[in-house]
């Protein structure tokens, strides 16, 4: 199947068409049609199989033709408005007595005098979505066309700002040839930027539950006319504590929407979450939520915790051209180890929730790019984190999780590519790796290391 097949609007497919996309992954053939159709989803589906793509482009779709709905039956009303507002000449009244009626009606409305309009300019920004007095609502009407306010219409929650600003970076791609806006708002950044955006009218919202509810308190947000709701990596917002504000944010949402929920694994909060949530969905899990890729070779060292940076430094100047990934459990880890490598001449990057938003978007950066070859994370950090060709995931601490486990691997052998994930565990550890086993049902072969006999 391809894109074409699934009856997508001529802009969005050329848009596609540039990024090199032709034929849809599992999840996007099976999401895209039953999004369109209006249903619920419930998609389980890991990290690096196109989810973004499967809940984006309906959500755009469906804009776009709310959008043409809307062109026509302003239009319509425009054409019936012109025909019965045409004054008989004998009905027409001195300039001066139809000047103070028109004066008198609009002031009822509150859409004239100074008051009328700052009136309207506060509801307005109550929305987020104020206009500046040049474009008011009484100047659109004066030309016969009134001005179109944005509303939000389609919100998604993401766990984290690197994967918001992803998200919002897919929505730029796929809706290129509309005239949808978007914009995402996430903390640890001074919110003044994302407040003008808002003001200025966006269709779709890209959101961090503690930024979207400081705003939402403040009035920046209002989100009484949304129509689509996607709740994206739902298992890592529960890891985070995200699910009380989860909870919140949907309770003041609109009954009536739309709403899709993605996620790695299905622990039961997550499954209890989906049925408060969904309406009758369709569940669509594209692969086993406990399976690994088959392309990745999986390998496990047994290592004492004084001996890891050695062996970290060891398998690093073996794969010196590699991109590497490298987990560490804490943020003060994660610096440890960096340090490390730099006094080892290896270079290299961290990322972590102490770092600034410019400090871990640069990183990224250089990371995406092959400038920096290694990249030290947390898993919190490592979630907007998307490469098509990483060749290494170092696990230095292995997660306590055995479901954090099939995630982080799952960030290499994307896309058909092949990949390695090497994992180090202490001896106390090792019933760790037994239930990682039970849960992929694959046997992952260990080393021992000892740097005694090295």
């Known amino acids: 199947m391809t894109f074409n097949e699934l009856n997508i609007a001529e802009p969005v497919l050329r848009a596609l068409g540039e990024k090199g996309y032709e034929t849809p992954t599992p999840i996007q053939e099976q999401a895209i049609p039953v999004l369109m159709a209006g249903r619920d989803i419930f998609g389980i589906a890991r990290t690096g199989t196109g989810k973004t793509a499967a809940f984006a482009i309906p959500i755009i779709l469906k804009l776009m033709e709310e959008r043409a709905r809307e062109a026509e039956n302003a239009a319509r009303a425009e054409a019936e408005g012109a025909v019965q507002t045409q004054p008989a000449p004998e009905e027409e009244k001195p300039a ?91 903390g640890g950044v001074k919110q003044r930027s994302q407040v003008e955006k808002l003001r200025s009218g966006v269709d779709i919202l890209i959101a961090t539950p503690g930024r979207l509810l400081d705003l939402m308190g403040q009035g920046f947000v209002k989100l009484d006319s949304l129509a ?41 909060v997550i499954v209890s979450l989906s049925r408060s949530m969904l309406h009758d969905p369709e569940r669509i899990e594209v692969t086993p939520q406990a399976s690994t890729v088959e392309e990745v070779q999986q390998r496990v060292y047994f290592v004492e915790n004084a001996d890891k940076k050695e062996l970290l430094v060891s398998l690093l100047r073996e794969r010196p051209d590699d991109s590497v990934l ?28 102490d770092k600034s938003q410019g400090e871990r978007q640069r990183a990224l950066d250089e990371f995406k790019t092959g400038k920096v070859k290694v990249l030290v994370a947390t898993d919190i950090a490592a979630r907007g984190i998307d490469i098509q060709e990483l060749q290494v995931v170092i696990n230095y601490d292995i997660p306590d999780v055995p479901e954090t486990y099939v995630h982080r691997i799952g960030r290499t052998g994307r ?22 086993q039970r849960l992929t ?13 090295d």
């Open 228 to 268: 689509f709701l996607v709740l994206d990596e739902a298992d890592r917002m529960l890891d985070m504590g995200f699910i009380a504000d989860i909870r919140r944010l949907v309770s003041r949402l609109p009954r009536r929407r739309q709403t899709m929920l993605f996620s790695a694994t299905m622990p039961d």
């Open 96 to 186: 001066r007595e139809g000047d103070a009626a028109a004066e008198q009606a609009d002031a009822a409305a509150g859409t004239d005098t100074a008051a009328g309009t700052d009136a309207a300019a506060v509801t307005d920004a109550a929305a987020g979505t104020a206009l500046p007095r040049s474009h008011s609502r009484r100047r659109g009407r004066r030309h016969g066309k009134p001005a179109r306010q944005r509303v939000i219409r389609a919100l998604v929650l993401t766990p984290t700002r690197e994967l918001a600003l992803q998200i919002s970076d897919c929505f730029t791609d796929y809706s290129k040839y509309t005239d949808l806006k978007h914009t995402a708002v996430f």
């Open 415 to 436: 896309a058909g590519h092949g990949g390695t994930a090497l994992t180090f565990c202490t001896f106390d550890e090792h019933m760790i790796v037994n239930e990682i």
């Open 326 to 353: 490298v987990f560490a459990r804490t943020k003060h880890g994660a610096d440890s180890i960096s340090k490390s490598l730099r006094r080892a001449g290896i270079r290299n990057d961290a990322i972590h929730g």
């Open 441 to 453: 049902g694959r046997r992952i072969e260990s080393v021992l290391y000892d740097s005694y006999y």
